[in-house]
């Protein structure tokens, strides 16, 4: 079956994980998260991924709070959203248990601003019907790029901190289920 005939992968929420660390005070690191991630890639080979922003999950309810208001600004700029295109054929051609590395350039909206972000993932076919997505690598997303310097400085303040770093690496495993 070409790719062009194929069925459209979703993205499934349960299975899949997308991770942030934050630094602070120089050394001191902590993992978060998004619990909700919406995504498909369609037949032409176009990826999509949304993520509610309302769904950071840093363990901490008021410090998710601040980062929904303060640095998202989730009223104004509800979800991260973004796009690449998929080599058609490239999931196609696997058998099921092998894996393929490629470095996939993606259009990234976030806070207003949009920015073309490289990521180094490897597709592994699990099964006729299951793909999953790994990032090889983190992928270092800075504040500036988005407009987002000024809200994690406002969080800095409300925390009471000396340094907050400004560039965050990020994380992620995708699984996705053929729809036929």
Known sequence: MSFAHAAQWLVENTESRVSFITTKVENVAEVHRFNQVEGELNEQGTFSLNIPLESVDTAIEIRDQRMRDLLFEIVKFPKLKLSAKIAPGSIEQL?????????????????????????DVLISKLTENKILVNSLQPVVINASVFNLYDGVEKLRKIAGLPSVSKAVPVSFVLSLHQQK
């Open 95 to 119: 058998a099921v248990g092998d894996s393929v590395s490629h470095t996939i350039e993606a259009d990234v909206l976030l806070h207003g601003q949009k920015a073309m972000v490289k990521f």
